[in-house]
């Protein structure tokens, strides 16, 4: 019998002995540990790990954030739409495809294209995207030459799009308005050139050829009805300019000298431990992110969580295999959590303006953050950054720093903002790109072609216009290879309807609520919102941690840093920062959809559909409900003098519901 029992302890030993022999057994027993222990105390961790930037800001703010922005565009530029879909039976029937697949291209277009082995689709494709764009290029040439404009630049990009440069050269008319223009010696530090656009102004019906050569806003919109009149493009329209979707920050607008950049001191570990079963991750910040809690008042939950945590016990954290690209400033790729992080992809640099890249070069398959500041603004936003880390480009469960919302997801850096904001250009490449639709053209002439498409794009970013025809025309066409495109609703507290891509077909739109559960003073709102998710508000400590309600998320700043063990000040950089915005409700959406995504195997549509009817809590009244004179445009509430509504869509992000019925859910 001590024979027998020694020889069953010696089995059972045996796999931990074998473990020890490969000195895994310690590390694998810091993970399975760390799955139940929640956040890991502030004092044992570094102070790289834990610092924070933001502190809880005054309203008298509140109203310069709200005011309206100028209209803005890229001046002298023009996006051009070849007619693509029109050549596709045409291309078919000069590559000696069957006389079936020729009608159904001519009666569907791109529906019908998508039949096809995607070899096949792809040669098809790309055949007629170069026969469409050399006829736009030649059609868009001679238009502008009848004008009076000879001298125009007139660049194809892939995808089928064509941009018109009126500004030959670099050289600006004398009359030329420009806003935000910085006198710089030194050409990295120079601004982009933007001008006020009206879309309501009109050619006149007489035009001087001196008028259009020293006018570039009246050769634009003379231009611009030419090429519409011609009716040999599928659009054409002005370069508008497109902004980031959160508060920039206006405690940082008065200063006026640059401040240092962050040199970042924690070392990248690639060995570092990734995630595995689930439950709570040891990261130390996590207590600061109310987003992620369950719903609900008591201990540990929050009004305006989002319900991640409750997820997440259930053991569903994710999957590499699930893409979400993230059209925006970039990546920081030194931040020391994303450094080591298996979560990042191949991205893209999109942007081709030098100026507006802040790089020196224009488009290549570096998606690393070179920044976007603008005029007083002292700091790089590093928004890409802190949108991703809320999706999941940061390691969860290494304890540091803060949790990521799927553990595992491969994140897509797709850069198309720069400084002073990104063109629309830039942003439809993008889109195109990130599913798959066409490759992007390098400044070397190289193809670079997104091997793996996304199944989500987040677009935290918005302009004040409606849908632009070629924005419009990119959504389809991801959409059309089953992506899903997730946008903010815009931070104006007006209708989304009144900017895109909000006001887009084919888009799931996200507008923000606070911590206390109702929709946030700034989030846009109407019948074209979709959902609601948590965005915070650094106006407000409604939790009472002394901290911002914003949201905490991935960050690098020299700007109000602090030590949250003991509140004090620090002299260092911080890598971890408070923000609010639909910039930041939406990405808890693409999040949530990763994970989705992840757990039933569901993509395109289906996945959408398995949001709306498993991941929703309903929207109570009293969280839409404010003062009408806060909120242009809400709908007054007969009865009730002064309350206005603001729709928010079908209702809150809530993964708490869509964990019931799963083990530990």
């Known amino acids: 019998m001590k024979h027998r029992r020694l020889s069953r302890i010696a089995l059972a030993l045996a796999p931990i002995l074998a473990l020890i022999a490969c000195d895994q057994v310690g590390s694998i027993l810091n993970q399975e540990s760390a799955q139940i222990e929640g956040p890991a105390p502030l004092d044992d961790v570094p102070l790289d790990a834990r610092a924070v930037s933001g502190g809880v800001q005054p309203q008298q703010n509140v109203q310069g954030l709200l005011s309206a922005e100028p209209l803005l565009v890229a001046p002298g530029e023009i996006v051009v739409g070849a007619k693509v879909e029109s050549e596709l039976a045409e291309t078919a029937a000069e590559m000696g495809l069957a006389g079936s697949v020729i009608s159904s291209l001519r009666a569907s277009g791109e529906d019908a294209l998508n039949q096809l082995p995607q070899e096949v689709m792809a040669q098809v494709r790309a055949r007629a995207e170069a026969e469409a764009t050399d006829s736009a290029r030649n059609a868009a040439r001679i238009v502008l030459e009848r004008l009076g404009v000879s001298d125009a630049t007139i660049t194809a990009a892939a995808g089928g799009v064509v941009t018109v440069n ?125 987003n992620f809690r369950p719903r609900g008042a008591g201990d540990g939950q929050s009004p305006g969580g989002a319900g991640f945590e409750t997820f997440w016990k259930a053991h569903q954290i994710g999957s590499r295999e699930v893409r979400v690209a993230v059209i925006d400033t970039g990546l920081d790729l030194n931040h020391p959590e994303i450094r080591g992080s298996q979560n990042i992809g191949r991205g893209i640099d ?234 930041m409700a939406a990405p808890h959406v693409s999040s949530a959809l990763a994970l989705l995504a992840a757990q039933t195997g569901l993509r395109g549509a289906q996945l959408e559909d398995a949001l709306f009817t498993r991941a929703l809590s309903p929207i109570e009244a009293a969280q839409r409900q404010g003062d009408c004179a806060r909120f242009p445009n809400a709908t007054p509430i007969s009865g009730q003098s002064g309350v206005c509504d603001r729709p928010a869509g079908r209702g809150m992000l809530d993964l708490a519901r869509a964990a019931q019925g799963l083990p530990g859910g």
């Not at 009716?231 to 000298?257: C, H, L, S, Y």
């Not at 953050?369 to 928004?383: F, I, K, L, M, P």
């Not at 991935?554 to 109000?560: C, D, G, N, P």
């Open 350 to 583: 999109l942007i081709s303006n030098y100026e507006r890249g802040g790089d020196q070069n224009g488009v290549d398959d570096d998606p690393n953050d070179a920044g976007d500041r603008c005029g007083q603004q002292t700091e790089n936003s590093y928004h890409g950054t802190h949108v991703s880390g809320t999706i999941g480009a940061v390691t969860t469960n290494d304890r540091v720093g803060v949790a990521g919302g799927a553990w595992n997801v491969t994140i897509i850096p797709v850069r198309v903002l720069g400084k002073c904001g990104g063109e629309l250009s830039d942003i439809v490449s993008g889109i195109r790109w990130a599913a798959g639709v066409a490759p992007a053209v390098a400044e070397d002439g190289r193809q670079i072609v997104n091997a793996t498409p996304a199944d989500i794009i987040n677009m935290s970013l918005s302009i004040q216009t409606a849908c632009p025809a070629s924005m419009q025309s990119a959504i389809d066409a991801a959409t059309a290879r089953g992506s899903l495109v997730v946008v903010a609703a815009g931070n104006k507290s007006n209708n989304a309807n009144l900017y895109a891509p909000a006001n887009c077909q084919n888009v799931i739109v996200v507008a923000a609520n606070d911590e206390r559960g109702n929709m946030s003073f700034y989030s846009n709102f109407g019948p074209a919102v979709d959902i609601l998710a948590p965005g915070g508000d650094i106006y407000a400590d409604s939790d009472g941690d002394g901290r911002p309600d914003g949201i905490l998320s991935s960050r690098a700043s020299t700007t109000s840093c602090y030590d949250p063990l003991n509140n004090s000040a620090t002299n260092s950089a911080c890598y971890y920062g408070f923000l609010q915005g639909t910039s």
């Open 166 to 290: 009126l500004v030959n050269n670099g050289a600006s008319p004398t009359s030329l308005p420009l806003i935000g223009q910085q006198a710089a010696p030194d050409a990295a530090q120079a601004e982009p050139q933007a001008i006020e656009w009206n879309p309501d102004a009109r050619c006149p019906r007489v035009v001087t050829q001196g008028q259009l050569e020293n006018d570039v806003a009246l050769a634009m919109r003379c231009a611009l009805t030419r090429l519409q009149a011609s009716r040999q493009f599928e659009f054409a329209e002005p370069n508008f300019i497109g902004t980031v979707e959160f508060d920039r920050m206006p405690w940082n607008r008065a200063k006026q000298t640059p401040a240092p950049q962050p040199n970042p001191t924690v070392p990248s570990d690639p060995q570092r431990p990734q995630p595995m079963a689930g439950g709570l991750p040891n990261d130390p910040l996590l207590a600061l992110q109310w």
